[in-house]
T-cell receptor
Framework: GAVVSQHPSWVICKSGTSVKIECRSL??????MFWYRQFPKQSLMLMAT?????????EQGVEKDKFLINHASLTLSTLTVTSAHPEDSSFYIC???????????FGSGTRLTVV | GENVEQHPSTLSVQEGDSAVIKCTYS??????FPWYKQELGKRPQLIID?????GEKKDQRIAVTLNKTAKHFSLHITETQPEDSAVYFC???????????FGTGTQLKVEL
């Protein structure tokens, strides 16, 4: 089945630094990758939609200069949290569809803690 | 955009009883409705899904019903077991690879 590999699974960083999260589709080409953020005991909230070779589309209220998304190839999308602050601490997870009408495959998630 | 509402937020049942979680959606163009089970710190796990051309789907103890006219869909778990305890999310999406919108989640607790 379709597999999305996400790294790192957890990261602790100092306030003011940047963190990069990678998602790779291992056995299919992900033209589109979705990035979600999940705070404790809350739902998954879509942050942005990443399209290979073009700029990402950000959801309302998500700072595009803070959450940099790059989708340089059909198998790799990255999310960089720039100048991270404690309020950015969250569970970040990516998702993609192997086919336009198929199910969604999720990465394993990244637990970010900013201290 | 799509808005998905989910109820109840918490549900406690006795082992062996049935559990029902309900969701409503706003976008009549939505045609794919998955249900996910998520354990703490893990990725959502698809447990069942339904497409808009079907009214009901069943997989062993789990079933989903869809009412397109009313724009609501429900998850039914029968003969609940302690290992069913988790957070469940409904979601909705349109076709063409579009984004998935999640409901607010239901914490299900199955008590012995």
């Amino acid at each position: 089945g379709a597999v999305v590999s996400q790294h790192p699974s957890w990261v602790i960083c100092k306030s003011g630094t940047s963190v990069k999260i990678e998602c790779r589709s291992l056995d299919f080409q992900a033209t589109t990758m979705f990035w979600y953020r999940q705070f404790p005991k809350q739902s998954l909230m879509l942050m942005a939609t990443s399209n290979e070779g073009s700029k990402a589309t950000y959801e309302q209220g998500v700072e595009k200069d803070k959450f940099l998304i790059n989708h340089a190839s059909l198998t790799l999308s990255t999310l960089t949290v720039t100048s991270a602050h404690p309020e950015d601490s969250s569970f970040y997870i990516c998702s993609a569809r192997a086919t336009p009408e198929g199910g969604y495959t999720f990465g394993s998630g990244t637990r970010l803690t900013v201290v | 955009g799509e808005n998905v509402e989910q109820h109840p937020s918490t549900l406690s049942v006795q082992e062996g009883d049935s559990a029902v979680i309900k969701c409503t959606y706003s976008d009549s163009a939505s045609n794919y409705f998955p249900w996910y089970k998520q354990e703490l710190g893990k990725r959502p796990q698809l447990i069942i899904d339904i497409r808009s051309n079907v009214g009901e789907k069943k997989d062993q103890r789990i079933a989903v019903t869809l009412n397109k006219t009313a724009k609501h869909f429900s998850l039914h778990i029968t003969e609940t077991q302690p290992e069913d305890s988790a957070v469940y999310f409904c979601a909705a999406a349109t076709g063409g690879g579009n984004k998935l919108t999640f409901g607010t989640g239901t914490q299900l607790k199955v008590e012995l």
